[in-house]
């Protein structure tokens, strides 16, 4: 009898394990959505995009790494998982964040019973020596393939479940697609996994594999109304010369664009191995699988050489694609999302309950995905003296207030500490609404309709009612403390928009 019971208890925890539905995200580095980055993504399109749903206005809470990584590890905003640039005294793999890697979504399925497995760039400073070394194993994953610092496709450390392997001359995004699907031929349905595969393209230094480079040799940069155009009305960065850029800065642009192309090819081979091996293995069928990208990337536009840490839309915006289980095949979604969204929404569909202490909600992916009103947070908190500003550069800024500079494209920088800003990125169903304040002498503020000036190229801030720019810089105050997705999903009533 006792033999018989423990049977029927063993019986159906398997039971349980194998309704439980598995999961596998890819996460790139810097892949857009706003020029032509999903253009390679052939593969994504045919095994995730046409099985699955496309959202058309998914953003990130922060246009650089480190923050966005740690937002869509942990489902928190930038100010309250205090991750605020890419670098360790900036929170990157640093103390605080050690204290707050407990609650990403990875520690809750790993608490209930769920297989993890991670391969890839996890945080810019994870297993660098100043962080602790490669040693660790970040809680939550059953099996660690982390990629010690930042993205680079050679010449590179993991840490293979604590255990460093260096590797020279063996492409980075091939590896990951062979632990993976070593990985997921060792399943065998009766426990539910999660993985998260999270290669370095389209990252610098933009390396194709060799199987791949040339494949857009006669490519070019994307050119929309605004590339290269002379910068006015906008914060001050924006503004340093050359403006517009010279002819020989913008071959360098093309020479960027189609390497990140090239780049990305592998990972498109991946997503198709990948998906392929869960087929083979029958477990595609109970799989959620989510595409997206950590943030975008601009490339000429305003006049920038390339790079992101800007607010608008290409360094901002980026792929979302998810399939899997109930969702309605080949379709695209109008639902205002934004990456903190990942985490509870990966844990709702395991059946468990988000923290609280998350700011985001759950994706809604079946049934009714029209676009409803939200407003959402997006933060960057700028850098300084990172070692890229030549002494030699011939302008009179102030070079203790700037980071990415190089003189090889005339001293135009990329950052500066007081390139701090908060957004708000407000969608409804009449409203497409940009409103940006930065931390500078001047609290310099831009504001955009994107609906009647999709390229952001006329700053309305001084031309709507004094009361709406009020409110705007209200909620955005309300935004910037806000804790938990009760008090930080659209904190105040919406005000008519008036010009």
């Known amino acids: 009898m006792i033999k018989y019971l423990f049977m029927l208890v063993i019986s159906s925890v398997v039971c349980e394990d194998a309704s439980r539905p598995n999961f596998l995200i890819i996460l790139t580095d810097d892949q857009d959505s706003t020029l032509g980055g999903m253009n390679p993504m052939k593969n994504v399109q045919r095994f995730i995009g046409d099985k699955g749903v496309t959202f058309k206005n998914a953003y990130v809470t922060s246009p650089i790494c480190c923050p966005s990584r740690a937002s869509f590890l942990t489902g928190m905003y930038v100010h309250n998982h205090l991750t605020v640039n890419n ?170 664009y189609r390497s990140r192309w090239e780049a990305l090819l592998s990972v498109d081979e991946l997503v198709s191995d990948v998906i392929e091996a869960l087929d083979t293995n029958s477990l595609l069928e109970h799989t959620y699988v989510i595409y997206t990208s950590d943030n975008g990337y601009h490339m000429g536009q305003y006049a920038q050489m390339y790079d992101k840490r800007q607010p608008y839309e290409s360094d901002i915006k980026v792929p979302l694609i998810i399939k899997g289980p109930g969702i309605e095949e080949n379709t695209t979604s109008d639902l205002p999302v934004i990456n903190i969204d990942l985490a509870p929404t990966i844990i709702s569909l395991a059946g468990l309950k988000p923290s609280r202490l998350m700011d985001g909600r759950p994706i809604q992916l079946i049934g009714n995905k029209t676009k409803t009103e939200r407003t959402m947070l997006v933060e960057y908190y700028g850098e300084a003296k990172d070692g890229t500003v030549d002494p030699e550069c011939p302008w009179s800024y102030d070079k203790d207030n700037l980071a990415q500079c190089y003189p090889e494209y005339a001293c135009k920088c990329q950052d500066a500490r007081n390139n701090t800003f908060g957004c708000l990125r ?39 009612l004094p009361s709406v720019r009020h409110w705007y810089k209200l909620t955005l105050a309300r935004m910037l403390a806000c804790r938990g997705s009760e008090n930080c999903d659209n904190p105040l009533e919406t005000p008519s928009i008036v010009f």
């Open 426 to 464: 407000h969608i409804a169903k009449r409203i497409n609404m940009k409103y940006c304040l930065f931390a500078d002498n001047q609290s310099f503020t831009e504001m955009y309709d994107l609906f009647t000036d999709p390229y952001e190229l006329t700053n309305i801030a001084q031309r709507v």
């Open 87 to 256: 670098s360790i005294s900036g929170g990157c793999y640093g103390r605080i964040w050690k204290n707050i890697e407990s609650r990403t979504f990875a520690t809750t399925l790993y608490d209930a019973g769920y297989k993890t497995f991670y391969a890839g760039k996890y945080l810019n400073e994870y297993g660098v020596k100043a962080a602790g070394g490669p040693e660790q194993i970040p809680p939550g994953w059953s099996e660690w393939h982390g990629l010690v610092g930042n993205s680079v496709y050679y010449n590179y450390t993991i840490s293979n479940n604590g255990v460093p392997t260096h590797s020279t001359d063996l492409y980075l995004t091939d590896i990951i697609r062979d632990l993976s699907i070593s990985y997921i031929e060792n399943q065998t349905g009766s426990e539910p996994f999660m993985m998260v595969l999270a290669p370095p393209a389209p990252h610098q230094p933009f390396t194709p594999a060799p199987r791949h480079k040339g494949v857009f040799a006669n490519v070019t940069a994307h050119r929309a109304p605004n590339f290269n155009i002379a910068t006015k009305d906008r914060h001050w960065l924006l503004s340093m010369p050359p403006s517009p850029l010279p002819d020989n800065m913008l071959s360098e642009l093309d020479r960027v």
